[in-house]
């Protein structure tokens, strides 16, 4: 130090740190001429004592006026040394980074001048310091003085312009800085960031693409600031790099699609936008590279189907297409439980576009990996079901259209079964509601007689016996009136002449003995109206109830419909259809008088002209017993079909139907005997609540005798007592 105040002298000193801007200036001029001349003379020693000096004593001063004079001295000494300046430049540079930080704004902006100044000398030999100049123009660029941010951007151009020309520049050291620097919320620094990476990007040396993953996240972060300025910058920087990456023959998709997934769930509408765009693009271009990320992908893309702004809905739709026509190879690291995981998920969404996508998303991995599927089943499974009781009808038919694709194995063909069984059983609303759509599709689908006889079957040990005999209601009354059913009705019609028709009616007999009415519909159907006059017949007391009469009005008036047309043309013919008379006319008996279905019925039977009635043969009915075929006239017998026919013959088709009237009046009597004791409990829950009010009552009475006045209770008490 010494050494340097031999060399400049005291006054010069003593301008440095005067107050006033003119002499800090003159006095600089000075050190820039004393450097020169050191410089010129190759004296780099003092000139380092006077750089020393200029620091400690200036720079570095409690003083303001000092730190002031310090730095214009600094930048004028770099002038002073010119070519020789890069040497100095460790001694030279952090003082002034240093005094960015000062607490005087005044002291900020002329640190911002004196880089400035420095940074035109050494041009390229600034490079070194760039990580350091960059985070202080950072802190400077959301400065709270407007001449110290004026300032700050000056300096930042320059830097730029060095940067750019420059060979120095290192990216892989300047973008961990940058990455950290992104998550800044301030609108000045992201303005600055922002300008920073356009103007990196655009230098043809260094690979701002190959880094882009790094600084993505914190662009995207931008498209919902506040300021519609740094919206559209950042919007532009990123439409920039999207048009590289098309153009690009080498991208790394994977880190960046991570970053795009959690992007499209944002609650910004342009950065979703944004984001499912660029999802877009890379289903286009990724290829094999986007493979391990097509759960993720997906599991971004289905929510956004459903979003409320319609560009995003339409670029969702057109991504998701596109994601699902790739071909794919579970042996080349394609997930399916990743994707079916997803597609779950998704199944619980509020929207009803983005669970009907997610159907057809577990639909065509059926399609396309069906072994692969099959092995996360249990993982699906349950909701699957649970999804049968959607509000949407759209999505039970895609539902419905998995499971039954799915069932195409006949393990899990009775699983479905059993388990559609029990979703009913637990959920009565579904079976009323949705009862009818599932059963109608599933027979579309699985082919109706496989469907019947599996729930009749599972219907037939049903230890629920309520719950047997609604099923059974419900499976009879879509039986009789579905056109995807027809098919079923004919082969019953069959069941006399039909080996097939014959095995289909006995194995619903079983289950159908849960339901009189059930039974007779399905006696109706089969033609076997002797063995249905048999079940009326057989109908006690306790069956024919409130339940009995509703079912039995819905069949008079189905026998209304185009189905029963046949059994109405019959009735043309009551000398060879004895039994049908007289299993209508049991029906007739049962109902109430005044109800409409007993005017349908009367009304139906007076309709049959009266040419065509025998007096004679229905004289001959039988009655008693309910098949006496030895009753009849000679050479002639009835069929199970209730047909006269002539020669004795018989067309009963091997069906014991005195068995079959055995296992329907059994199944009653359990029904009866249940009926019985849920009535019982009732009467004693009933017996039980009276029991205890009746024993509330003397308590209340003693309490108001308490509540009595001495004189009056005592006389009571004595009444009592003679009592």
């Not at 719950?467 to 059974?472: D, L, P, R, T």
Request: hydrophobic share 45%; charged share 25%.
């Amino acid at each position: 130090m010494a050494e340097a105040l031999t060399v400049i002298p005291a006054a010069v000193l003593r301008n440095l740190a005067d107050k006033l801007y003119e002499k800090r200036k003159n006095a600089a001029l000075e050190i820039e001429g004393i450097v020169k001349q050191l410089a010129g003379a190759g004296d780099h020693d003092r000139i380092t004592a006077v750089i020393n000096l200029l620091t400690t004593e200036f720079t570095y001063s409690p003083q303001a006026n000092h730190r002031k004079g310090g730095l214009i001295s600094l930048a004028a000494a770099t002038v002073g040394l010119t070519t020789g300046a890069a040497q100095h430049l460790e001694q030279i540079v952090p003082p002034v980074l240093n005094s960015f930080a000062d607490q005087d704004s005044r002291v900020r902006y002329y640190a911002c001048e004196a880089l400035y100044n420095i940074a035109k000398v050494v041009r390229g030999d600034f490079i070194i310091f760039f990580n350091q100049i960059f985070d202080a123009l950072c802190k400077l660029s959301a400065d709270s003085d407007a001449n110290v941010q004026s300032a700050a951007h000056l300096l930042d151009r320059l830097v730029k312009d060095i940067v750019t020309e420059s060979d120095q520049f290192s990216i892989e050291e300047f973008i961990p800085l940058l990455r950290e620097r992104m998550n800044v919320l301030n609108p000045y620094v992201r303005q600055f960031l922002v300008g920073w990476i356009t103007v990196l990007d655009s230098v043809p040396d260094i690979d701002m693409l190959g880094f882009l993953p790094d600084f993505l996240d914190g662009l995207f972060n931008m498209l919902s600031d506040s300021s519609h300025e740094i919206r559209q910058q950042a919007d532009s920087a990123l439409s920039e790099f999207l048009q590289e990456i098309k153009n690009s023959p080498s991208v790394d998709y994977g880190r960046m699609a991570e970053i795009l997934v959690q992007r499209a769930g944002s609650s910004d509408e342009f950065t979703r936008l944004t984001s499912i765009t660029w999802i877009n693009e890379f289903v286009k271009l990724g290829g094999d590279q986007l493979v391990p990320y097509y759960g993720d992908i997906l599991g971004a893309i289905l929510p956004c189907i459903s979003d409320k702004e319609d560009k995003i809905r339409v670029v969702a739709r057109e991504t998701n297409e596109e994601l699902r026509a790739i071909k794919t190879d579970p042996a080349e690291a394609f997930d399916v439980g990743a994707i079916l995981s997803i597609a779950r998920r998704q199944l619980s969404s509020e929207w009803e576009a983005t669970r009907i996508e997610a159907l057809h998303w577990i639909s065509n991995l059926l399609y396309r990996h069906r072994t692969e599927v099959l092995t996360f089943l249990n993982d699906i499974f349950d909701t699957l079901l649970k999804a049968l009781s959607d509000s949407s009808d759209e999505v039970v038919l895609l539902v419905l259209d998995v499971h039954a694709c799915i069932a195409r194995d006949p393990l899990h063909f009775r699983q479905l079964v059993v388990f559609l069984v029990h979703n009913f059983r637990l959920d009565n609303s579904l079976l009323e509601k949705r009862g009818a759509l599932i059963i109608r599709r599933l027979c579309v689908l699985l082919n109706a007689e496989r469907v019947y006889r599996e729930l009749s079957t599972i219907l037939e040990g049903e230890s629920d016996l309520d719950f047997a005999s609604i099923m059974v209601q419900a499976l009879n009354l879509i039986l009789l009136t579905s056109t995807e059913l027809s098919e079923i009705r004919d082969l019953l019609k069959q069941s006399l002449v039909n080996p097939a028709g014959k095995d289909l009616y006995v194995s619903l007999y079983a289950s159908w003995c849960h339901s009189p009415m059930a039974i007779i519909s399905l006696c109706f159907l089969a033609q076997t109206y002797q063995h249905a006059s048999a079940v009326i017949q057989s109908l006690a007391e306790e069956d024919v109830n409130v339940k009995f009469l509703v079912q039995l009005d819905k069949l008079i008036r189905l026998m209304e419909t185009p189905i029963f047309a046949y059994l109405r043309l019959q009735l043309l013919e009551p000398g060879r259809y004895i039994w049908l008379f007289k299993a209508l006319y049991g029906l007739l008996m049962l109902l109430p008088q005044q109800s409409d279905a007993f005017k349908i019925l009367k009304t139906r039977l007076k309709a049959v002209p009266l040419y065509s009635l025998n007096g004679q043969q229905l004289r001959r009915i039988p009655s008693g017993d309910p098949y006496p075929f030895h009753n009849m006239p000679d050479g002639f017998q009835t069929t199970e079909d209730g047909v006269v026919a002539e020669g004795g013959r018989s067309s009963s088709n091997g069906i014991n139907f005195a068995t079959r009237l055995q296992q329907f009046q059994q199944m009653q009597r359990q029904h009866r005997v249940l009926a019985r004791t849920q009535a019982k409990s009732r009467n004693i829950s009933t017996s039980l609540s009276k029991e205890a009010q009746r024993e509330v009552e003397p308590r209340r009475s003693q309490s108001i005798e308490l509540n009595i006045p001495p004189s009056r209770s005592s006389k009571r008490g004595s009444g009592q007592l003679q009592l």
